[in-house]
């Protein structure tokens, strides 16, 4: 029986239950019930201590032991632990002495975070963000929907959004500066363009290899923009506008784009005392 069910079956019994059991035993007890009550739990301690000494670790351990070198990826990790229903693996070195344990609670501890959400922005730098945003986006959508919307040209790509959200509303950060924000866009246009060119017929493929590679040519370059991975990916998967534009979609909408919101950038941003931009050019 488990300890659980012993000591729920210990609560349940009453002094009711007590006496009753004395009248069954024959002969004369010179005990009151409560001097059984007693005698029962000092008993039911006793039993108890002497159940948990008596169990040993080989008793209850489990036989066919699971474990995982060092080198194991994670991946395999999680999947022995769904399969036998386990919450945690032995890790072995080569000589198989332990190395370790890998649970959940290392995965889930990995997700706990353990810095504090940054305090909020005032009203006036809200009021910033906005007014950056919606002049450093008016001359490019103009551009686009009252001179070429009816030619080949594009002026107003997707990518143009995340940029605007960097350059107006995180001014000091590394990947909002003119480096990065021009850098990375040329950049990552000219991959796309090729990954098409080369990879269209696989257009999965394309879309792909566009936004990997443009991201590892951005740390190489220093112009690390994260708008830059959806201008990438929108040379593969834009309209057949955009895709007969070849590597002049570098040029327009890419590098006209961000050279205009540049200069919005500079001027708005430099306004307010409470701003300065750029932090760096180079």
């Known amino acids: 029986m488990k300890f659980s069910a012993l000591n729920e079956c210990r609560q349940t ?59 194991a990826p994670l991946a395999d990790v999680v ?42 922005v005032n009203f006036s730098e809200i009021a910033w963000s906005w007014l950056g945003a ?50 990375g866009h040329v950049v990552s246009a000219v991959i796309g363009v090729a990954a098409w060119q080369v990879l269209g017929s696989a257009p999965w493929l394309a879309a792909a290899f566009a936004v990997a590679t443009a991201i590892a040519a951005m740390h190489a370059t220093k112009t690390l923009h994260p708008p830059g991975g959806a201008t990438a990916l929108i040379a593969v998967i834009g309209s057949e506008k955009i895709h007969s534009l070849g590597f002049l979609y570098v040029l327009f909408p890419v590098l006209t784009g961000v050279v205009i919101m540049l200069a919005v950038a500079l001027v708005v941003n430099n306004i307010a005392r409470s701003r300065k931009y750029p932090e760096f050019w180079w």
Do not use: C, W
């Not at 009151?32 to 080989?58: C, K, N």
């Not at 072995?92 to 975070?113: N, Y």
């Open 134 to 183: 919606f002049f450093g986006i008016t001359p490019v959508a103009l551009l686009q929907y009252s001179f070429f919307s009816d030619g080949d040209l594009v002026f107003l790509i997707g990518s143009f959004g995340a940029s605007a959200v960097l350059i107006y509303g995180a001014v000091r950060s590394p990947l909002a500066q003119p480096r990065n924000l021009v850098g």
């Open 13 to 71: 019994i009453s002094d009711e239950d007590i006496v009753k059991a004395m009248k069954k035993i024959p002969g004369y007890l010179d005990i009151t019930p409560s001097d059984f009550m007693e005698i029962y739990r000092v008993a039911y301690d006793q039993a108890l201590h002497r159940l948990r000494h008596a169990i040993t670790a080989e008793q209850i351990m489990t036989k066919r032991v699971i474990s995982v070198p060092e080198t």
């Open 79 to 120: 999947r022995l632990l769904a399969d036998h229903d386990i919450s945690g693996i032995p890790v072995a070195r080569p000589d198989l002495t332990l190395a370790g344990v890998i649970s959940e609670k290392d995965f889930l501890s990995k997700m706990g975070g353990g810095s504090q959400s940054p305090p909020g």
